[in-house]
């Protein structure tokens, strides 16, 4: 069975302060990752993704995460965050290429940008 | 934007009463995918299709059931609402065209059980 841990529920971050979004999983095959962000109110918009080549992967909005296979992690980072980066932040792993193809999400990290 | 709708965007209903939520999506993805968004939670796998008439359940589908009698229609049914199932419910399309593999999401449907 997969899982996904978002390792901080809540994130309390300057503006213009870098910040690291942790997140880790477990699963017995190979993985496609994910980070989703959800804007107050709204739906989930796709940040980035991982699903093979490049370890470093970059997103919409100044954001990036890095794939690291050994430590089972996928951190996404930003060096340096806007107050419009306030927003709650889900790190989802699916299988390979599986027929069910469903997300498992990880139960979110809060950033909250102070000015 | 997938080319996903969800509708009621909002509804109160009573417990005991019978609800059914509607995800319209226009690109004739052939996967779609109903979750539920609860604090601490995350979001969690109810039901999935993955073509007409093929649904199978997810991690929490007891209480819920599914239809998709057509590829852009997928509906979520609670056949007695429970103040346990006050949620934020949202579907999700997954495209799977050439290299890609990734799911997109609808806007939600706010739902509370009086």
């Known amino acids: 069975a997969q899982s996904v841990t978002q390792l901080d529920s809540q994130v309390p971050v300057f503006e213009e302060a870098p910040v690291e979004l942790r997140c880790n999983y477990s699963s017995s095959v190979s993985v496609y990752l994910f980070w989703y962000v959800q804007y107050p109110n709204q739906g989930l918009q796709l940040l980035l993704k991982y699903l093979s080549g490049s370890t470093l992967v970059k997103g919409i909005n100044g954001f990036e995460a890095e794939f690291n296979k050994s430590q089972t992690s996928f951190h996404l980072r930003k060096p340096s965050v806007h107050i419009s980066d306030t927003a709650e932040y889900f790190c989802a792993v699916s299988n390979y290429g599986g027929s069910q193809g469903n997300l498992i999400f990880g139960k979110g990290t809060k950033l909250s940008v102070k000015p | 934007d997938a080319g996903i709708t969800q509708s009621p965007r909002h509804k109160v209903t009573e417990t005991g009463t019978p609800v059914t939520l509607r995800c319209h999506q226009t690109?004739?993805?052939?996967?779609m995918y109903w979750y539920r968004q609860d604090p601490g939670h995350g979001l969690r796998l109810i039901h999935y299709s993955y073509g007409v008439k093929d649904t199978d359940k997810g991690e929490v589908s007891d209480g819920y059931s599914v239809s998709r009698s057509k590829t852009e229609d997928f509906l979520l049914t609670l056949e007695s609402a429970t103040s346990s199932q006050t949620s934020v419910y949202f579907c999700a399309i997954r495209a799977t065209s050439g290299s890609q593999d990734t799911q997109y999401f609808g806007p939600g449907t706010r739902l509370t059980v009086l």
């Open positions: 690109e004739n993805h052939r996967y």
